[in-house]
Nanobody
Framework: QVQLVESGGGLVQAGGSLRLSCAAS????????MGWYRQAPGKQRELVAS???????NSADSVKGRFTIFRDNTKNTVYLQMNSLKPEDTAVYYC?????????????????WGQGTQVTVSS
């Protein structure tokens, strides 16, 4: 089994920055691609960014140029650096892991999910 634990969420003013971390433990050999998703109240969960185990990335148009996903395979951790935050970035952010090694894995093909961390951006 795989456990994913997110950290780093919180309250920040618009224009500020946060870095989310997601530490994987357990049968980590099962994970190839990892992704960050978010879900705002009343909205569907959406992809923020994803990364393969060799560093290829994909990100939503809404965060391009502001958010960066990267991973440290020696620490079994994936990060999401979020800069120039906007109120519309407010959501619960989830880390996910997939057996497939593609940055374009569909959401329903992610096998493992974290419990989520709240990010709130005030205007």
């Amino acid at each position: 089994q795989v456990q994913l634990v997110e950290s780093g969420g919180g309250l920040v003013q618009a224009g500020g920055s946060l870095r989310l971390s997601c530490a994987a433990s357990g049968s980590i050999f099962r994970i190839n691609a990892m992704g960050w998703y978010r879900q705002a109240p009343g909205k569907q969960r959406e992809l923020v960014a994803s990364i393969t185990n060799d560093g290829s990335t994909n990100s939503a148009d809404s965060v391009k140029g502001r958010f960066t996903i990267f991973r440290d395979n020696t620490k079994n951790t994936v990060y999401l650096q979020m800069n120039s935050l906007k109120p519309e970035d407010t959501a619960v952010y989830y880390c996910a892991g997939s057996r497939y090694n593609s940055a374009y894995v569909a959401q329903n093909l992610y096998d493992y999910w974290g419990q989520g961390t709240q990010v709130t951006v005030s205007s």
